[in-house]
Nanobody
Framework: QVQLVESGGGLVQTGGSLRLSCVAS????????WGWFRQAPGKEREIVAG???????YYADSVKGRFTISRDNAKNTVFLQMNSLKPEDTGVYYC????????????????????WGQGTQVTVSS
């Protein structure tokens, strides 16, 4: 069964850093575009960063200059380095994939992984 396993979340103070990891099972990891998504309390899930198979990268305006997404195809892992964290970064962080970078940008995740992982909680205290 294909799985996504996120880790690395925690409780940090404003200005702190965390590094999230997502390990994906399956044999097509390198051909997908990968993204990190955030669901804040009472809000819908939103994409915060994405990376295409060719290396194209997207960041939401709210995280530009603070977050860095990367991928290790040999380890089926995608990372999110989060620096200068703010209370508004609080939420559950998930990873997921799309067939192409353009589809990832518009939130079309069909045809890749059908399910979400359990996510990892990030809490930033003020």
């Amino acid at each position: 069964q294909v799985q996504l396993v996120e880790s690395g979340g925690g409780l940090v103070q404003t200005g702190g850093s965390l590094r999230l990891s997502c390990v994906a099972s399956g044999r097509k990891f390198s051909s997908y575009a990968w993204g990190w998504f955030r669901q804040a309390p009472g809000k819908e899930r939103e994409i915060v960063a994405g990376i295409g198979w060719s290396g194209a990268i997207y960041y939401a305006d709210s995280v530009k200059g603070r977050f860095t997404i990367s991928r290790d195809n040999a380890k089926n892992t995608v990372f999110l380095q989060m620096n200068s964290l703010k209370p508004e970064d609080t939420g559950v962080y998930y990873c997921n994939a799309a067939l192409t970078y353009d589809r990832l940008r518009i939130g079309d995740l069909t045809g890749a992984y059908n399910d979400w992982g359990q996510g990892t909680q990030v809490t930033v205290s003020s």
